[in-house]
């Protein structure tokens, strides 16, 4: 299991992008939360395995058909043992 934090720069708000994040997480069997922040981005923490990691921040890279990603920048974390997969209110 590994914990990772994910902040999505580019046309990711107003473009449905934390609804489809919360889609995907299901179909990729990761946990954790999404939120869009003040600066117009979207940031969330994400736990799972290896593999469904992987798949799960190739989706990040592209997004919802509205969005244009230009860039994700990904840190690793200490896990946190999230259950389920939500998304959030802004900060």
Not at 20 to 45: C, L, P, Q, S, W
Request: glycine share 8%.
């Amino acid at each position: 299991m590994k914990h990772l934090k994910i902040k999505v720069h580019g046309k990711v708000q107003g473009v449905y992008y934390r609804a489809t994040t919360v889609e995907k997480a299901k179909i990729f069997n990761v946990h954790g939360f999404v939120r869009n922040e003040n600066d117009g981005t979207v940031y969330m923490e994400v736990e799972g395995d290896e593999e469904s990691l992987k798949e799960f921040v190739a989706w990040c890279h592209i997004g919802p058909e509205r969005a244009v990603v230009e860039k994700v920048v990904i840190e690793e974390g200490g896990l946190k043992n999230y259950q389920s997969f939500i998304t959030v209110r802004s900060i």
